[in-house]
Nanobody, 124 residues
Framework: VQLQASGGGLVPPGGSLRLSCAAS????????VGWFRQVPGKERERVAC????????YYADSVKGRFTISRDVARISVFLEINNLKPADTAVYYC??????????????????WGQGTQVTVSS
């Protein structure tokens, strides 16, 4: 039972990426999914979430209008489209769920299953 985050890379400012979060060993569609990011020495930041039932979403103020979270049609994966990337977006990005199916404000209530992280670096 694990989550796999992928899709990171090195992009110039203004560029775009699509991060993917895939589950193995369980059905991801049953869970609210959150994307988080962390820079060494700083607190982990919740950036976007998608609810488990109706696809409602949450975005941190720092990413609104630039990040879009979605599920694929088969509801096997969750994506994070990142546009107009800024150097401040540089971080390791993680996806996570609350394995007990708890959800608050469209986000996993107590994330306890995490993907391994994918590095996003924004630099010219």
């Amino acid at each position: 039972v694990q989550l796999q985050a992928s899709g990171g890379g090195l992009v110039p400012p203004g560029g775009s990426l699509r991060l993917s979060c895939a589950a193995s060993g369980f059905n991801l569609e049953r869970y609210a999914v959150g994307w988080f990011r962390q820079v060494p020495g700083k607190e982990r930041e919740r950036v976007a979430c998608i609810s488990r039932r109706d696809g409602k979403t949450y975005y941190a103020d720092s990413v609104k209008g630039r990040f879009t979270i979605s599920r694929d049609v088969a509801r096997i994966s969750v994506f994070l489209e990142i546009n107009n990337l800024k150097p401040a977006d540089t971080a390791v990005y993680y996806c996570a769920i609350d394995s007990h199916l708890n959800e608050v404000d469209f986000c996993p209530y107590n994330p306890d299953l995490w993907g391994q992280g994918t590095q996003v670096t924004v630099s010219s």
